[in-house]
């Protein structure tokens, strides 16, 4: 099934849920993730493999990290092609002082925000929804 691409449609639809645990970006050498861990995402990249995984996996496997994170999934099934979909959210976060990092798979968008302010970036983009639904 494909994905939506209507603007106003990915908004209005976009439905965020906060997922449980705090979440962390690590690297590591190579192309595999440490025996014990269970990443959520990986990107391999030049300088190692970039793992997103839970924090208390990645303390129990003695990885570095800066922060932890709280994960966002945004339930519509966004088109990979979608036009504006990010930019919106990103800027609506961004306004509210709210940054995030944002990962695509193939059925939804996947959001990492600072996990003190988790709960507060899900009520921004309800509100983004919301004011999106009555356009």
């Not at 800066?66 to 306004?95: K, M, P, Q």
């Not at 939804?108 to 983004?128: I, K, M, P, Q, T």
Request: contains cysteine.
């Amino acid at each position: 099934m494909r994905g939506e691409n209507d603007l106003r449609k990915l908004l209005s639809g976009m439905r965020p849920e906060l997922n449980e645990g705090r979440y962390v970006f690590c690297t590591v050498p190579g192309t595999t993730a440490p025996a014990g861990t269970t990443p959520v995402a990986t990107v391999l990249e030049p300088e190692g493999l970039t793992l997103v995984l839970r924090q208390e996996e990645a303390d129990a496997a003695g990885l570095a990290y800066d922060g932890t994170a709280g994960w966002i999934t945004l339930r519509i099934h966004s088109a990979l092609d979608a036009v504006g979909f990010t930019a919106a959210f990103a800027t609506e976060l961004g306004a509210h002082g709210l940054s995030c990092n944002v990962i695509a798979g193939y059925h939804h968008d996947h959001l990492f925000v600072a996990a003190d302010r988790a709960a507060e970036a899900v009520a921004v983009l309800e509100g983004l929804a919301a004011r999106s639904a009555q356009d």
